[in-house]
């Protein structure tokens, strides 16, 4: 992927920050999904007083994505950090939405952590999630 693209998709993701809605943790996380249509979708974490029900900014961006009949992506670029923080730090996926990425993603699926458009680390999904139960084990 260029680094055009790779810089743009961050910027939907820090952008997205904005709409975190996390009065508990104060944590605030941004996600760009990249279709391969080239269509972005973006994501932003969601908390709940009741705790469970929160979801991440990679599941809603995928969930508004696959809601919308898209199953193939390219790559997904991650920001997060606590509101405060003046820099932010590489926040990584939880295993949970490894997960859901493993659900529709191939292992050339590209996962970008930034810290800012300049800052960044890529990982295919096999780097996050090695040896992974997916739909092939399920599915012939
Ligand atoms: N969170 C994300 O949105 N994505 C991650 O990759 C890590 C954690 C959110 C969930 C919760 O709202 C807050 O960060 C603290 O866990």
């Known amino acids: 992927m260029d680094e055009q693209k ?17 009065p508990y943790s ?13 269509k972005i979708y973006t994501g932003c974490n969601i908390e ?13 961006a995928f969930f508004k994505a696959v809601s919308e009949g ?23 996926p939880c295993g949970v939405c490894r997960q859901v990425m493993s659900e529709f993603c191939r292992d050339s699926f590209l996962v970008i952590i930034a810290k800012s458009v ?15 139960f997916g739909p092939k084990d399920l599915l012939c």
């Not at 104060?26 to 080239?38: H, I, R, W």
């Not at 709940?48 to 029900?53: D, R």
């Open 70 to 92: 898209v199953r193939e992506f390219k790559a997904i670029a991650i920001v997060g950090g606590h509101a405060d923080d003046k820099e932010l730090d590489y926040c990584f």
């Open 6 to 22: 790779i810089k743009e998709l961050i910027t939907y993701a820090l952008n997205m920050r904005a709409f975190s809605y996390t």
């Open 118 to 132: 300049d800052e960044y680390r890529t990982f295919s999904l096999p780097d996050i999630l090695p040896e992974r």
């Open 26 to 38: 104060k944590f605030k996380v941004g996600a760009a999904l990249l279709s391969s249509e080239g």
């Open 48 to 60: 709940n007083a009741s705790y469970t029900p929160t979801i991440c900014a990679e599941r809603t």
